[in-house]
């Protein structure tokens, strides 16, 4: 089992809908959770993190966190073509400071 | 405000060569480094992190090596080139919490 999943896509979703982003971990003990949105040809840019069970919102964007179900998701309201990129879930696994990635889901926002 | 700089931004080498690429932060003291390879369409791999100068832990067993001479230098290198290490190198840090900023990454190809 991989440590960190996520679909990959593409998801592909209208402008100005809601996209939902995805992505379960297997370490039980993990206290932190990341989402990094890399655009094609460029570094990951760390966009969301959340260490509480709940939400968190920033903006359009809202981070969904259940350490039960060991579960975490990414809601970006009103989709851009902007939004169009890679969405990389990461979790911190094996101890403090150690970050798993995910491998992505490809967002495709359409005009 | 923190900036992390790597370079080159490109690299084109053959196989058998040596490698050095670098990575410095700035607006930060003592902060953890890390070096991951991403290989064309695959997730971000872990190769090594630093907590502190000339401590290195390494994740990935493998040609290549890394130091860290300065507070916040981060070098990774390596003797001979494989093809197997073509890939986007990441060079990211982090302060007291887990949350890990990327440079721009340097794009290598081993022919």
């Known amino acids: 089992q991989k440590e960190v999943e996520q679909n990959s896509g593409p998801l592909s979703v209208p402008e100005g809908a809601i996209a939902s982003l995805n992505c379960t971990y297997s370490d039980r003990g993990s206290q932190s959770f990341f989402w990094y949105r890399q655009y094609s040809g460029k570094s990951p840019e760390l966009i969301m993190f959340i260490y509480s069970n709940g939400d968190k919102e920033d903006g359009r964007f809202t981070a969904q966190l259940n350490k039960a179900s060991q579960y975490v998701s990414l809601l970006i309201r009103d989709s851009q073509p902007s939004d169009s990129a890679t969405y990389l879930c990461?979790?911190?696994?094996?101890?403090?400071?150690?970050?798993?990635f995910g491998t992505g889901t490809k967002l495709q926002v359409i005009p | 405000s923190q900036t992390i700089h790597q370079w080159p931004a490109t690299l084109v080498q053959p196989v058998g060569s040596p490698l050095s690429l670098e990575c410095t932060v700035e607006g930060t003291s003592n902060p953890n480094l890390y070096w991951y390879r991403q290989a064309a369409g695959r997730g971000l791999q872990l190769l090594f992190y630093s907590v502190g100068i000339g401590q290195i832990s390494s994740e990935v067993p493998q040609n290549l090596s890394a130091s860290r001479p300065q507070d916040r230098q981060f070098i990774l290198s390596s003797k001979k080139l494989l093809l197997s290490d073509s890939g986007f190198y990441l060079c990211?840090?982090?302060?007291?919490?887990?949350?890990?900023?990327f440079g721009p990454g340097t794009r290598l190809t081993v022919t």
């Open positions: 990211a840090w982090s302060a007291i919490k887990d949350e890990q900023y």
């Open positions: 990461a979790v911190t696994t094996g101890g403090y400071q150690k970050v798993t």
